[in-house]
Every structure is written in C-alpha cells, then in structure tokens.
C-alpha cells in the first residue's frame, strides 16, 4: 500500500532497453522529447492496478529538462556463405509504404540500426485472429530484420487506457488498470503460443503518462491545438498535408465516421489530444485539467519517446491508415517539423465471409477458440500463407489444409532426424551430390529472393516443397535409399529448411512434441480418442484378413470422412491426421 500511495504522489515510467540507447545515441538532437524517468515502473504499475479506487493522480506537471533529441565437389554453404546472402539480401531488400504507394528499397536511417514502432492492442479483451495476423506478420518482418543482421529496436505499445476499457471495467466492477493489466497478459499468451518473438520495449500509456502530456503541450506551444473546457483539440486546418497518408481529402471526412462530433470544435475533424475526465472515470492531473489522453496522441508520444521523432517503420492493420496513424502523423510533425518515418507499412483485414472481422462488428473470432482445434503455429503458417497486404479469407477449410500441410512438414523434418541419428556425423563427408547443391541453392535463392521482394511469405513458402520432396524420396524410395552420400544430403537439407522454418516463425522447440500435439488436435476436432482410432485400425485388419474388403473400406472412409487417415506399412497400420473428406470436396468445388 505503501508503494501504491508513492505511485499517486508521483509517476515512474520505463527506462529505454539498453539496445534502444544506441538507437539513441546516433540520433540527432533537436526536436525536444518527452523524458523517460528512472524507477522501478513494473512494480509501481502493478500496485496502481491493484487500487480498488477508479480515480488515479498525477503529480502537478513540470516540463521536462530532458536534453532534446530527434532522429532523424561441392561442399555445403558455410555460416560465411549464409551471412554473405543476408547481406546481400539486405540490399535488395524491398518493402511496401504506404505513405508512397509503392515499393521501396529499404534503407535505414542508420546503417545496421532499425527503429519499428507498431501499434498493439487496447486490452479490454481477448484477441482476435485479425490481431494475429497484425502481430504474425510484424514478428515475420523483426525476424526478417534480425537475419539480414540488422540491430532492430522494436517497440509494441498497449493501449491501457481508453474508454473500452473504462465500459468494460464498469460492466464488470473491476479497475480499469486491472482489467487491462489481466488482457495485456492473456495477449502476452497468445504471442507466446504464435511463436511471436517479445519486442525490445513495450510501454503502456498508463505509465507514459509525463510524455503524453509533454507532447500535448509542445503541440500547443506550436500553434496547431486549442483548447476547449479542459479538452485539447488537434487543429486539422493548421496542417496543409493533412490526408497525405490515407489520400483522404478534409471535405471528404463525414462527421461522426470515425470521428467523434463535437460542435465545440473549429473543424469537425479536428480529433482530441486530451479529454477532460467524467464523473467516476479514471483520471490523471494535466495542465488543463483532469482527464485522459485522446487515442491519436499515446503512439506518438511512445514512438518518439523511445525512437526519436524520426525512425524507420511505423506499423499496423491497414484499418488504422485513417483515422490513427494520418493523426499520428499530422501531430507527430505538429510537435517536431522534422519528424519522419521512413516507411508506413501496413497489414490487409481478416475477412469471415465478406466482412472484415471486428469485435465491433461482433463477427469476430479469438485466436483462443482457433488454437483450443488447431495447432497455434498452423494458424500462423494459415496467416502467412497470403501476402501480407491481401484480405486473407478465414474459413475451417484453409485451417484444415494448413494443418495438414505443418504436418507434413514436421512429419518429413522428424523422420530424417530418426534416420540420421542412427548414423555418427563424424564420419559423414563434407560434401554433397551435385543434384543436392542445386537444390540447396535454388532453394536458398528462392527464399531469399521472396522475402526481399515485399515479404512474400507464400511465394518463401512454396519453396520448401522441392527440399521436402528429396528428403523423403532419400528416405523412403527405392532409388532414394541407394543414393550416394545420402546421409549427407539428408543432413545438409534438414538443416537448411530449419534455418528457413525458423525465419518464419514456424520451427517448433521440438517436432516429435509438435507432431504430437498436431494429432491430439485432430482427435479433438474428430471427436474421437485414439483409443478408437486404434479399436478402428484394429476392426479393419481383421475385416481384411476375413476378406471382407467392404467393411475394411467403410471403417477407412468414415475415418476419413472426420480427418483421420490410415496408411498400411509392410507391418502395421498407422494413422495421421488428414484433411476431412468434406472439406476437400469445398476445396475441390473452390477451384
């Protein structure tokens, strides 16, 4: 309690990761920012969202001191070999930007350094699969980054304070920062299980609370806000590029469509920087009054906050192109003229028929309810499975075909593994056919190739077909098996889509785990244990022996028919998950 009661006379936020202090240290000081403070903010944060009181004050604002900053035979491939494509890769690397609308060489502000900033979740509820993709792509993109040897600083905000947040805490008497504190959790989950790799920072508006209110008030020093009865407005006609993002022009932006309408404001869409506070809402102490920070302004005050005014990548949803990110931009420049992001990148909708999916339109569906059926890493490798920029189609049908196609994956990964630990590495040889080097180059080329392109996942996925048919033609064909040096080629392709799988998210700490967890999901959406599929297998060995092949077919059809596939070996009869006969008569019919 003692802490807690700290915490409202004074405010702790976050210091920046010791690799966002070199992102700093090369920028140029000029546009001032708002100061990141010292203490302990976890710990603080943590008892502040354990107050049952809603009402929450901050210390008496004083302007920052903070000095002012603003950024402006063969033998396999080697590592040598490997770093040497990625460097070369970083140089072709293209990217689509929004603001241009086009695709543009990627060239950082600082050379090896890259500053992404992406806006996260506003934590009132569990998240949805358009929320996966976003993050699914944005983790596609860091680890893209990270192999072309950049040193990225990526930083993902919550919204933790918002009026969604406020509503729900009411409708549950909870504490707002409680409430959003628990869902900032349950998200951190869902990451985890989506092999999201955990940014560099990620800051909460509650505790960035000095910075927020330094903007505001360097954006009314600049003459581009007003205020009005203890609300801050942005003042949209002071800012002639205002549109330049979303092409948008003033005269086209309808009152009341993503706009709140206020008739105390000069232009009706003029958007608000700070909202003086309701009775019983949360609250912080500011200049003007009590209240809260408008949505618009938290982004740009974290994103300088920890990047500098001028950094490379600022991403999100395409449905945050207006009205979010063009306020972030028109305020961002209002606050420092030489503000600049370098590329605007952003993510197309998740459609559930011919809808985008939206909480607000209640036709959502969590990354929960997809990942208690389906393995979370065959949800990713369903989002990757479409460029990044198109609509991605949710249906069972193409969650099915992801599946079975992770599992095909694994299964081939896993059996070449078995196979190669039988054999001692020491005494293979360092070379390999020179029908396996071509396959690794080209696959290598591929690959890399794709992926500079704009992150084209589907095309970077394609490629591992070829690898993955030599491996099991190695494994399991006749002439595969007599191959020379087939132990070698066997290892040197095994290692080479793992690197790639890993690049994408999609290589799991353990296959044998994977492929476990793969068919236990199916069981599930089957309905039906394995005890019975082995009671089934069972049933039809001995229908077969009586020749009683009609029975034998009809236990392997109704198993089909609910995604269960027998394979007969030359000893036994197994079973792997498999595509539901129904559901390949859809994708039959779809094409």
Request: overall charge neutral.
């Amino acid at each position: 309690m003692v802490l807690a009661m700290a915490w409202l006379r004074s405010s702790y936020y976050l210091l920046p990761s010791p690799s966002a202090s070199r992102f700093f240290s090369l920028s140029r000081r000029r546009c001032p920012l708002p100061s990141l403070a010292s203490p302990a903010a976890a710990a603080a944060a943590a008892a502040a969202a354990a107050l049952p009181s809603l009402i929450l004050k901050r210390r008496t604002h004083r302007t920052s001191s903070t000095p002012p900053i603003c950024s402006s035979s063969y033998s396999p491939p080697s590592s040598s070999t490997e770093s040497a494509d990625a460097a070369s890769a970083s140089t072709n690397f293209h990217l689509h930007n929004t603001l241009t609308k086009r695709k543009e060489p990627f060239r950082p502000r600082v050379e090896g350094k890259v500053g992404m900033y992406v806006c996260g979740v506003t934590a009132y509820d569990l998240s949805h699969i358009g929320h996966a993709r976003v993050y699914v792509f944005f983790d596609v993109l860091y680890r893209y980054l990270k192999h072309l040897k950049y040193d990225v600083v990526y930083v993902r905000n919550f919204t933790d304070v918002d009026y969604k947040i406020i509503a729900r805490a009411k409708e549950l008497r909870e504490n707002p920062l409680t409430l959003s504190s628990r869902y900032c959790d349950e998200f951190h989950s869902d990451m985890a299980h989506l092999h999201c790799l955990t940014p560099t920072v990620e800051p909460r508006v509650s505790t960035h609370m000095n910075q927020i209110i330094d903007m505001i008030n360097q954006i009314l020093v600049n003459d581009f806000a007003y205020t009005v009865n203890g609300d801050v407005y942005f003042s949209v006609d002071k800012s002639p590029s205002y549109g330049r993002l979303s092409g948008r022009r003033l005269e086209d932006n309808q009152p009341g469509q993503r706009v709140a309408v206020d008739s105390r404001k000069k232009n009706p869409a003029d958007f608000a920087l700070w909202k003086s506070s309701k009775d019983g809402e949360l609250f912080w102490e500011s200049p003007w009054g009590p209240g809260r920070p408008g949505w618009h302004i938290e982004c740009s005050a974290m994103s300088a906050a920890y990047l500098g005014y001028s950094f490379d990548i600022h991403g999100g949803g395409v449905d945050l192109v207006f009205p979010h990110h063009e306020n972030e931009l028109a305020q961002s420049c209002a606050a420092c003229r030489e503000s600049n992001v370098s590329y605007w990148v952003h993510n197309g909708f998740v459609d559930i028929g011919s809808e985008k999916m939206s909480k607000s339109l209640g036709n959502f569906v969590t990354i929960r309810k997809v990942i208690d059926l389906y393995h979370p890493l065959s949800l990713r490798l369903f989002l990757i499975g479409t460029h990044y920029r198109s609509t991605v189609n949710y249906s069972i049908a193409q969650l099915e075909t992801a599946s079975d196609r992770l599992y095909y994956i694994y299964q081939t990964i896993f059996d070449c593994d078995n196979s190669l630990s039988e054999h001692d590495k020491e005494y293979l040889k360092d070379s390999v056919p020179n029908d396996t080097t071509d396959c690794i180059n080209k696959f290598r080329e591929d690959f890399e190739n794709s992926l500079a392109d704009d992150l084209n996942t589907p095309i970077a996925l394609a490629s591992f077909s070829e690898p993955l048919k030599i491996i099991n033609d190695l494994l399991h064909t006749r002439k595969g098996k007599k191959q020379q040096m087939r132990m070698e080629s066997l290892l040197i392709l095994s290692t080479k889509i793992k690197d790639r799988l890993d690049i994408l998210g999609l290589k799991p700490s353990n296959f044998s785990e994977a492929l476990f967890q793969l068919r236990e999901k199916a069981l599930r959406r089957a309905g039906i244990t394995e005890e019975q599929v082995l009671q089934r297998i069972e049933e039809r060995s001995s229908a077969r022996k009586a020749k009683l092949y009609e029975e034998s077919d009809e236990i392997r059809k109704k198993l089909a028919a609910v995604g269960i596939a027998l394979m007969d070996g030359p000893d036994e009869t197994s079973w792997r998950p498999a595509v539901p006969l129904h559901v390949q008569e859809q994708l039959t019919s779809a094409y």
